[in-house]
DNA sequence: CTCTTGACTGAGG
DNA sequence: GCCTCAGCCAAGA
């Protein structure tokens, strides 16, 4: 489909369903690969719409590796839960070696 | 059209 | 390293 046709918040959920099992991302690396690197807020603001779709949006965090949109799941750690069954370590909200388990779209994706 | 609201980020103290 | 402030920009009222 024609890419003109693909709304901002679409272009976040595609990049969301290609994150490798087990990893994470930030939504400033989500902004930067989509090209508009200020707009990091907008991608969490899209994944307000991402409930109902496949969309794991528990592997997207802050740049920090905190879940700060936890809130947004159901429950109050389903988010963690979500992130350890896929071998990430979480602590307090906090991913534990948040380097490792980082995914940049714009250099894994190119 | 204007104003508010954020699942953010980087800079400055 | 922590806290605060300001810039960012799309969507909804």
Redesign the pocket.
């Known amino acids: 489909m024609k890419p003109e046709t693909l709304?901002?918040?679409d272009k976040v959920y595609d990049v969301v369903r290609q994150i490798p099992f087990g990893k994470v991302t930030?939504?400033?690396?989500i902004?930067n690969y989509l090209g508009?690197k200020?707009?990091?807020?907008?991608?969490?603001?899209a994944?307000?719409g991402?409930?109902g779709k496949d969309i794991p949006?528990?592997r997207?965090v802050?740049?920090?590796g905190l879940l700060?949109?936890?809130?947004?799941?159901e429950g109050t750690n389903l988010?963690q839960q979500l992130l350890e069954n896929e071998g990430v370590v979480v602590i307090e909200n906090q991913i534990q070696d948040f380097a490792s388990v980082f995914w940049d779209p714009s250099i894994e994706l190119q």
Not at 26 to 29: K, L, R
Not at 38 to 45: D, E, F, K
Not at 68 to 73: A, C, L, P, W
């Open positions: 709304n901002f918040f930030s939504y400033g690396a902004a508009a200020r707009s990091a807020r907008m991608v969490g603001y994944m307000n991402s409930h949006a528990h997207v802050n740049r920090k700060t949109g936890k809130h947004h799941f988010m």
